[in-house]
């Protein structure tokens, strides 16, 4: 009914109907691919050995990363806090400033945003490639579960590493601030520190961390979905679609991360 | 060669229909595959005899018709015959699918890592045990780019049979392959099927070879089976889609084998 009333309307309403439809079928068929998803965690077999590997896989990558843009964050927040806190005669401050942005903002969408820089990515392609060379429609014939076997252990990691990466990127974040507010700037580096004990509260931990590990399921089912149907939908074939599946996976996962950013900021505030 | 039982099919097709929008691949298939036989489907490229393949192992779904593996339907809502069908049955595919992440042994121990409760050292020594019936047990530890052509085919018919199936289908095995490794390929087929006493299913367009490996013969044309009989009723047959197909593939032979003389002069 709905294909024949739109086929019946004005183009524009028509065209804008078609990518309503797509776009709401979209979320649906996501919101199944993670309920599949989640469901075969009972299912698959070994699978702690399968999520020890996505641990380290998603880990160990991103790891250096995650310390240089926490380091160089913290650094800029140091110097760009000390001269605007400094007009107002309140250095003693900075280490609150610093320590609050990184905890509540910069740390949870800045790591996550690098996680799906980097590992988000590779799943994305590697997914497309096994999807292109039909192993995973080799498993299927196996009878093993696909999405247990590649999908669940990426999501179990991702709930683990997203708010572990989270946490190393705000305590370098810290060390940063630290040096370039105390080091260089000549904020006193005690003032500094115990600013940041009376200014963090455990509600500002908390929130980070729910907010990386939302980010987290939220980037890998996106990057995962992507992949696992690299050649569904889209008129790109072999490589390209492989290509094309990465790119979306990596631009639909930065923009939900900010979209859930404002949803659970506005829980927390 | 095994002679094929005379017992009920074990794989028994009736009137299977595939379309894909407007164009129909498969228009009524009807198939009988006795236990421990090779039962090869000819037919040219495009005909849809991958198509029937995926079907039967439920990696495409049919418009209509029924599949039954000993004379039990399988159906979409049966998901515990689907279930036994897939732990009997495993697919050799057109281009291997192996994991390239995994080495050759993980690669082998993937289907009973999953579908088994067997202990680590049970699928271990299963694992090592169907590398060593194909003569790759020292290569346990290569990743399957680092391996040629037939070894990962080798590899692949490993993994198809650490299982222990009573159905191994083949999608076009010899696809892309030169005349020699062609006669290997199926040589292989025929040593590991005797060797197992699985039944195979192939499908290609490789008559020779098929003729000289397989108990019995079909040929896929426009849809339909319009031939199935003995590799000998297929080499005498006179019905003109048979004999067309025939010509044709023998036709494609010599014309390549003067331009390779011509070559080689």
New interface residues.
Partial sequence: MTRTFLAKSPPMISALGRETIRIVSGFGDLALFTGRSFGAAVSTKRLFRRVIRAIYEQGTVCLPVILIVGLFTGLVLGLQGYHILSRFGSEGLLGAMVSLSLIREMGPVLASLMLIGQSGSALAAELGIQRNSEQIVALETMGVESHGYLVTPRLIAALIVYPFQTALFVVIGFWGGSLSGSALLGVDSGVYWSSIQRAVESRDLRECFIKAAVFGLLSVTICAYQGFHADRNHSETGARAVSAATTRAVVISSIMVLVADYVVSSFFI | MNPPSTDAPLLQVDQLVKSFGENPVLDGIDLRVQRGSIFTVLGPSGTGKSVFL?CL???MQHDSGMISFEGRPLVISDKETR?DF??R???L?Q?N?????LSALENVS??L???T?LDSREIQHRSMDALAQLELESFRDRFPSQMSGGMQKRLALARAIV?RPELVLFDEPTAGLDPLRRNAVFSMIVKYQRRFNFTALIVTHDVPEALVASNRVALLNGGRICFEGTPGDFSSSSDPVVTGFRDSTEALRESLSLIRSDFQA
Avoid: W
């Avoid at chain 2, 699918?97 to 992440?101: G, N, P, T």
């Fill in positions: 995926k192992a439920g990696v279930a897939r732990r049955c495993s697919f595919f281009n699918a192996l994991f390239d992440s993937l289907p890592e999953q579908t409760d299982t």
